[in-house]
């Protein structure tokens, strides 16, 4: 009752805060496909609530949303057809990472669209709700936004499947019942991490997360998971859910965990938080030249944005974990041509950030990518195979569920569009096929998928991401052994091998996990040690 109330009170002020505000694209179809992308990573709001702007755009996340669409048109246009007679559409937003914003497009996305004049909750509140004409969403990336939207799914048995939302939390089908995702649970990838801390032999390490739900549940689950193996953790740094740069406390924040880090023995700092943190916290490691290793989590292991920086080399080494890695096919080409064919609104927008050049060849603008004109054969340098993937794993599942439930053949399909949200659901969570080598099945709403394991190898101009091993959930690591070998006889400048001078002796002092070298106490004596 209490959510009906809220939902009733955010949708009686949504004059004020409108939804048109913010970048949105739809194709009609049969069927339509809901997507919440944050095509912009944060949302800036004023003092007045309704005045809201949307900053800090993302190409990769510009082309992940585009991913959703290739692959619906893939769908309607293959041979032979997989729904024969039917197509599907898409109504896509822009969320800017923000929550509100989200549920509002949830709103949108839960309205029965063939009555513009509708709203999602009935005239009476113990009748029925009304069958939303979205019959499926692919979204969020963010855990924390996820959560928040799937509250609302939930009411009418809308099947929502995230391409990145990792949180454990999500799991829980008693909280979160229609929802389903194309990655793995944090679970195993904080077990990932550990495991991959001991096959390195390091034995201190720091933790930096968010006061989010990523990055919460992810911090802690790492605390417990390393103390089990005998790691000594030397500090957890857990940040604001407002970390920008346009706070002043922010700016604080920022400058005691350098601090942190620069006095640190830590052998290896884990960053379980969203990409917008670790961009902050990278361009200081730059600056301040900390050359550390860092254990990146999925959000940000292969972020073109923070890869690219500018003398990345500077903060030091780099490992990951990420999703099952995959190219889309076809993708790539169809990027090049993007532009050549009937647009949608989130290119038209992109066109009005990045107009192409026409006096470019292929060959020269391959060699000179401009950030402020980007050429198509320069924006499919942008495409990633993690997260792409596990978009294009998603459309996939949603026609293999659509397929099933509508019986279709070769030919035709013999039941109509006339079905419940509720009916999809349960044969999305039935699925059980493979897409091109990939084998996917749900247990919970959990994917049967692994990690890979990822290294930032900087050692030419631009910083090349490569996959180096695997994880899966059943425990099994698989890494080369020279680069297990070598990382375990490394002697690390950061790690606890000391000697002290004469007069001197090692002693833990506070929650460091190192000995420090202090003064021997008054009748002691040390002739070094170590």
């Known amino acids: 009752m209490f959510l009906l109330r809220l939902l009733v009170s955010i949708i009686g002020v949504s004059h004020s805060f409108s939804i048109d505000d913010t970048l949105h694209s739809y194709s009609s179809g049969d069927i339509i496909i809901g997507g919440l992308f944050p095509i912009h990573l944060e949302m800036n709001r004023s003092t007045m609530p309704e005045k809201f702007s949307c900053s800090r755009y993302s190409i990769q996340m510009f082309l992940r949303s585009q991913v959703m669409i290739y692959a619906i048109q893939e769908i309607n246009q293959r041979t ?115 495991q991959l801390v001991t096959e390195f032999n390091w034995k201190t390490v720091a933790i930096v997360g968010s006061d989010d739900e990523y990055g919460k549940y992810g911090s802690d689950r790492l605390e417990d998971t390393l103390n089990d193996m005998n790691v000594c953790i030397e500090f957890v740094e857990i940040l604001p859910g407002d970390f920008t740069l346009n706070n002043s406390d922010t700016r604080q924040k920022l400058k005691y965990l350098v ?14 938080t969203k990409d ?96 402020q004109s980007l050429d198509p054969h320069c924006l499919s340098s942008y495409i990633d195979h993690d997260e792409s993937y596990s978009i294009y794993l998603a459309v996939q599942v949603i026609a293999e569920g659509l397929r099933s439930l509508l019986k279709c053949g070769n030919q035709r399909c013999e039941r109509n569009t006339r079905f419940t949200t509720s009916e999809l659901l349960e044969e999305i969570k039935k699925v059980n096929f493979s897409v091109d080598s990939t084998r996917i099945y749900f247990k919970d709403g959990d994917p049967s998928l692994g990690y890979d394991i990822v290294y930032w190898n900087m050692s030419k101009q631009d910083t090349q991401i490569q996959s180096i091993g695997e994880y899966w959930p059943n425990g099994t690591i698989r890494l080369p052994e020279g680069l297990r ?33 202090v003064p021997c106490a008054s009748r002691e004596f040390s002739p070094g040690n170590g």
């Open 259 to 272: 601090g942190q880090l620069i006095n640190s023995s830590a052998e290896a700092i884990i960053m379980f």
């Open 80 to 194: 032979p057809r997989v729904l024969p007679d039917l197509t599907l559409g898409y109504d896509l937003y822009d969320t800017c990472g923000d929550v509100s914003l989200a549920i509002r497009a949830a709103l949108q996305l839960m309205k029965n669209q063939s009555d513009p004049q509708s709203c999602l909750l009935p005239s009476e509140i113990h009748a029925a709700l009304p069958e939303p004409l979205t019959k499926v969403v692919i979204g969020e990336r963010y855990s924390e936004v996820s959560i928040a939207v799937a509250r609302i799914f939930t009411l009418s048995s809308v099947a929502q499947i995230s391409y990145a939302s990792t949180s454990e939390l999500l799991s829980k089908k008693f909280k979160f019942p229609t929802f389903l995702r194309t990655v793995s649970s944090d679970e195993f990838q904080t077990k990932g991490i550990s």
């Open 485 to 517: 070998r070598s990382m375990k006889v490394e002697v690390s400048v950061f790690n606890c091998s000391k000697t002290c001078k004469p007069g001197n002796m090692l002693k833990i002092q506070g929650k460091r996990c190192c000995p420090k070298c």
């Open 276 to 371: 917008t943190n670790v961009e902050l916290i990278m361009e200081a490691a730059i600056k301040n030249n900390l050359n550390r290793t860092w254990i990146a989590s999925d959000t940000w292991s292969t972020s073109a944005r923070i890869s690219k920086m500018q003398d990345i080399k500077l903060a030091g080494k780099v490992f990951g974990f990420i999703f099952r890695r995959n190219e889309v096919p076809g993708f790539k080409n169809y990027v090049s041509a993007m532009f050549n064919r009937t647009t949608n609104a989130i290119i038209r927008h992109h066109l009005t950030r990045y107009p192409l050049c026409s006096n470019q060849s292929e060959e020269k603008t391959a060699h000179n990518c401009s950030m």
